[in-house]
């Protein structure tokens, strides 16, 4: 069974522009998380979506937003970029998204802001 | 709110040689606790689990036991290898929630 995947797996933005970021689930789980990971602040939990409803939001401001759609890809949104938004994206999936599933994660997408 | 400590990096070890990563935490409840290991250039895998107090998790030689008593997750292998090279997080999950909270992170390197 193929794992999760996210695309692209690089990319390289300027200040003020927008970036989408996209990740697919493991076939069949239909939760997907969405976690950013920095040197400063380690892994910090941004969203949640399960059957194209964001269930559970982390503490970041509005310019990050997500969806999902009806086969349970996800994309991630962040409008604006700062400086401070480069990151590694790490997305994680799991079959319901009960707090007994396992998360799987994705290899990410490092994101540079110049 | 819910945290997780970890000791700070980075733990040099020599091949062979026991590996202890400390990992505390601070929780309401009974929270599921995990290891997750992220390889150079890689996202996270799950390491091992527990999910209730004095449960034991075991996987590939590391083992880490649920201590509510001191709560505690410490990860223990008894002979490190050069492909044992990693960061280590320990992580909880809180009763009713599904994000999971991630300590800093403890970047072990095993030198042949």
């Known amino acids: 069974k193929a794992g999760v995947t996210q695309t692209p797996r690089y990319l390289i933005k300027t200040r003020g522009q927008q970036v989408t970021l996209s990740c697919s689930p493991i076939?069949?789980?239909?939760?997907v998380s969405w976690y950013q990971q920095t040197p400063g602040q380690g892994l910090q939990f941004l969203f949640e979506?399960?059957?194209?409803?964001?269930?559970n939001k982390g503490n970041f401001p509005g310019r990050f937003s997500g969806r999902q759609f009806s086969n349970s890809r996800s994309e991630m949104n962040v409008s604006t970029l700062e400086l401070g938004d480069s990151a590694l994206y790490l997305c994680?999936?799991?079959?319901?998204?009960?707090?007994?599933?396992?998360?799987?994660f994705g290899p990410g997408t490092r994101l540079t802001v110049t | 709110g819910d945290s997780v400590t970890q000791m700070e990096g980075p733990v040099t070890l020599s091949e062979e040689a026991f590996l202890t990563i400390n990992c505390t935490y601070t929780?309401?409840?009974?929270?599921?606790l995990f290891w997750y290991v992220q390889y150079p250039g890689e996202g996270l895998q799950l390491l091992l689990k527990a999910t209730k107090a004095d449960d034991k998790g075991s996987n590939k030689g590391f083992e880490a036991t649920y201590r509510k008593e001191t709560t505690s997750f410490h990860l223990e292998k008894g002979s490190v290898q050069v492909s044992d090279s990693a960061v280590y997080f320990c992580?909880?999950?809180?009763?009713?929630?599904?994000?999971?909270?991630f300590g800093s992170g403890t970047r072990l390197q095993v030198q042949p």
């Open positions: 076939s069949g789980h239909r939760s």
């Open positions: 992580a909880l999950r809180a009763p009713g929630r599904r994000a999971l909270t």
């Open positions: 994680a999936s799991s079959l319901a998204g009960t707090g007994k599933d396992e998360q799987y």
């Open positions: 929780a309401t409840g009974y929270p599921s």
């Open positions: 979506y399960f059957s194209e409803t964001q269930r």
